[in-house]
């Protein structure tokens, strides 16, 4: 391994796995549990909230739920319930406690209200802390980083500089042995034959393929294409030419495959996350219905840290994995300073070359993993979205070792 | 210093504007170096067409196909919903020219 390359100390997690961060998660399991969590967590420092709104429960999103539960970042995990719903707090925890972390649960309806629940899951989140304030600290490379990128608010510099500027640093990563995850099979239209061009081998082109048709098929019957007003405004006028854009993500390494969410990547190099509906007599809605949805999944492979792309400014965070956002468009990194944290559009007016700025993202990249505050990590910004949908998956234990 | 416009492969007919354009002179840089005349106001971000496209031509940009003309584009002129269609969407089509707001949903 080249000596030159960065290494940090990170939180060695039961399963070999290892972290940036060492948080508490707390999770509830139906609306009506939401306001009781969100209390428990207020003011707590490296406290974060996950949940599901729904009463009925659903496959996806507890598959979902129970990645993001035994990520990397993740120490310990309080499940809150009301008490009436299908998907089960208890259950959580058991799952959780079998990956080595202190986990626990309770309903608020047997708690007594809200008052006594906010009491008893604060009572609980300092246990929980203090146990996981021992876990051990091991030295951290590249190599043992998952990074995942995504892009929202994409206007004509985003294809242009601040998806490049990531291809750049992809490359990088994956030369360093690092896994490197990008995902919106939907913003891949019209580029199938590129798409499979860049197959590792003979099972990832086939997988490609197969990824890009779900794709194509699933954005004609619900006749809505991965494209928002906001990206038309910012000068894109095609799902053709935005997907080109949002593809120079990937940067130019092979493609080792496909995976699905909560699912790992199946080893080190760059990957395809599938997040598309498959077909299920319920018909669930919009594949990426906001880019909250989009960046769960890409935490639930396994990724530390996660990239977000936008051209015309986003300010959105994330709960679990630091989001580090990155403009391809000097005028929003101007008018948007304070939300983000690297101006790629410097690439455009050639004041900084394509491979310098990828170098400089690495070195930024390093210093969050280090434990530097990303900017949305600072204000705050811990948005989530767990929906209903349907996937064909491997189980949890096959597919993923989250 | 005339605004700017940024090409990225030599097959591409359009541009991509990297400063503000009122109507003049634009400064082609990237995969093609020229000065090309406009007589519209294109924004930041927006597309100019380095070269004339008739009418059901594909619109060429990172070197593929993004779309074909829904009508003659002059060289100089503003690409967008237009005289610009996706092959696939059928929706775009019918968003504000302006603001990409939706004109199908009915709100009453």
């Known amino acids: 391994m080249n000596k030159n390359l960065p290494t940090w100390e990170g939180f060695l997690r039961a399963d070999g796995r290892k972290g940036i961060r060492n948080l508490v998660l707390v999770i509830y399991t139906v609306e009506c549990a939401q306001f009781v969590a969100h209390a428990i967590a207020h003011g707590e420092t490296d406290v974060h909230v996950i949940g599901f709104p729904g009463c009925y429960d659903n496959q996806y999103a507890v598959r979902l739920m129970l990645a993001l539960a035994r990520h990397p970042n993740v120490g310990a995990v309080l499940s809150v319930g009301l008490g009436c719903e299908y998907t089960q707090p208890g259950k959580i925890a058991e799952v959780v406690r079998k990956s080595g972390r202190p986990a626990e649960s309770f309903f608020i309806q047997d708690a007594g209200g809200t008052s006594k629940s906010i009491a008893r899951g604060k009572e609980i989140l300092s246990r929980l802390r203090k146990e996981i304030s021992e876990v051990k600290r091991v030295p951290m490379s590249l190599a043992d980083l998952t990074v995942g990128c995504e892009c929202g608010g994409s206007d004509g510099t985003s294809g242009l500089a601040g998806n490049p500027v990531v291809g750049a640093f992809f490359d990088r990563l994956v030369d360093a042995g690092g896994r490197a995850v990008f995902e919106e099979t939907v913003e891949m239209i019209g580029l199938r034959n590129i798409l499979q061009s860049r197959a590792a081998n003979e099972a990832a082109r086939t997988e490609l393929a197969a990824a890009y048709d779900k794709a194509e098929n699933y954005c004609k019957q619900v006749r809505q294409f991965s494209a928002s007003p906001g990206n038309f405004a910012g000068g894109l006028t095609t799902i053709e030419e935005k997907s080109m854009g949002a593809f120079a993500k990937g940067g130019s390494r092979p493609i080792q495959g496909v995976i699905k969410v909560a699912e790992a990547p199946r080893g080190p190099g760059l990957w395809i996350l599938d997040s598309v509906p498959d077909a299920h007599f319920m018909q669930f809605g919009y594949t990426n219905p906001n880019d909250s949805e989009g960046i769960m999944d890409l935490i639930s492979s396994g990724a530390q840290i996660v990239l977000f792309v936008t051209g015309r400014g986003s300010v959105i965070g994330s709960p679990i994995a630091p989001l580090i956002k990155i403009t391809g468009n000097t005028q929003t990194y101007q008018r948007m300073i304070e939300d983000m944290d690297f101006n790629a559009g410097r690439v455009l007016t050639g004041e900084i070359s394509l491979a310098d700025a990828g170098e400089e993202l690495l070195a930024l990249v390093t210093r969050i993993a280090k434990g530097e505050p990303a900017k949305p990590e600072l204000l705050g910004h811990r948005e989530y979205f767990v929906m209903y949908k349907h996937q064909d998956t491997p189980s949890l234990t096959a597919g993923c070792r989250a | ?108």
């Open chain 2, 1 to 108: 210093m005339n605004p700017r416009a940024f090409q990225i492969q030599p097959q591409d007919n359009v541009a991509t504007m990297i400063d503000d354009v009122q109507s003049g002179a634009v400064e082609i840089s990237g995969a093609a170096r020229e000065e090309i005349s406009t007589s519209e106001k294109i924004s930041h971000s927006h597309k100019i067409a380095v070269r004339d496209i008739a009418v059901n031509e594909a619109v060429i940009k990172f070197g593929v196909r993004i779309g074909h003309a829904t009508q003659a584009i002059p060289r100089g002129a503003w690409v967008h919903l237009h005289n610009l269609a996706s092959d696939l969407d059928e929706r775009s089509g019918t968003l504000d020219l302006h603001s990409g707001a939706p004109t199908d949903t009915v709100y009453e």
